[in-house]
């Protein structure tokens, strides 16, 4: 009902122009995280494209077309006029709405009697139009900015400052203005208590804050690692949070209980405290693999993940998972993952299917020296080793490494670090699911694989400090194979 009434208003001060309403911008796309907010104001007839194809979201506004879009949306009269500004003409095209403006004491010109109407303005004084043109009530940069902060109108950025010095761009500039006219653009927080402080955890890189909870929302802005946040709630992977006053959606994965690197050692770091490995079991949520015997692939790889890493967790060694219980995280983001924590190979958990009729074990590496992936000599070492342990611990057929010429897998293909895949065995198989129905097998596989990474290290990297590590649990590094 209110966007009816105000839609009405609009339409009757402001003349439509059909030429540029409504956003079949090439640059602002459905993803586009200020889409909704441009759209609005363009089919208003309060902003204009550049062009007929081209909104332009990221060039700064000067003074000039700032004075238009809020007279404008304040339904003045901006036929063109004589200003009082030694610099704003008749013929310019805001002419008539920076004249009518000043007259209404929202917007003033220099002392020398200049307007500088191809300045381009900041955040701080954007904040201070916005506030006298709404009547929200700030006269200074920080009171405007917080009353707009408060109404859910702008939003500081990540690092709690607000940017009053930050030239203003279009985008942000339709956001404030759509917001400010309509109270349903607003972010709300009422009711929503983002009390549980997490933290960022993505190793080097950053983190997308999204506007929804999915890769398919627009990304509002990156959060460095180590960042604090608030989460309101978490549910399929996505995590409701509020950092610095800013609300949006990031990946679960990517945040943890304590601040990354926070934990000062007690005793100096031993052995291969360096390396991080990267576990990804396979599948989750509803997507649940393979099914055979009463068995889901996405259960079973969860669980030999999860004994794999309690090997690593009695060692110097990190072991991270791409997700550590029944959630969905997409190849994308499992194949970002290594780079995002600082992983130094990446082992994907999996089981295999295939009606009953085939059994045995495999293991893939992406072998295309074209791959985006550049280790493919370490992979297939990587690979190598994985399968030898695997035959080692579950009498199952071998199927070897890369059965079908090169293992074209995204989460091979698209990794940054060595990257393998295993197929620990058949799930609808009457002979593989002997072991794979038990509890004890799946913790040895799990063994297994934390000795086969030990096995790349030592004999491709020439990590020798991993050697305590064998003595530890019983066992001694393979023969060289690769
Ligand atoms: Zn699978």
Redesign the pocket.
Known sequence: MLMLCLMLIASVLVPLSHANASSNFKDVGDTHRANAEITYLVDRGIANGVSRTHFVPSKQVTRAEAAAMLGRALGVNGDRKATRFSDVGGGNMASGYIEELVKKGIISGYPDGTFGPNKVLNRGEMAILINRAFNFGGTSVSSAARNLMDRGIAQGYPDGSFGADAKIIRADFSVFMARSINPDFRVKTDGISFSTTMYVNTGSDTLNLRKGPGTTHASISSLKNGTAVGVASTSGGWSHIKVNGVIGYVSTAYLSVSKPGSVAPSTPPKGASDLTVIIDP??GAHDP??VGNGFQ?KNV?LNVGRHMKSYFDKTPITAKMTRNSDVFVTLGDRAKFASRNGGDIFVSL???ALNGSANGQETFYYAKTAATNPNVKQSRALAIYLQARMQETWNLRNRGVNPFGYGNFAVLRNNTVPAALI?MGFIDSATDIQYIKLESQRERMGKALFLATLDYFYHYEGRSDVLPYYNDVNASPSRKLH
């Open positions: 396979g599948h693999g393979g692939e790889v999996h089981t295999n197929e």
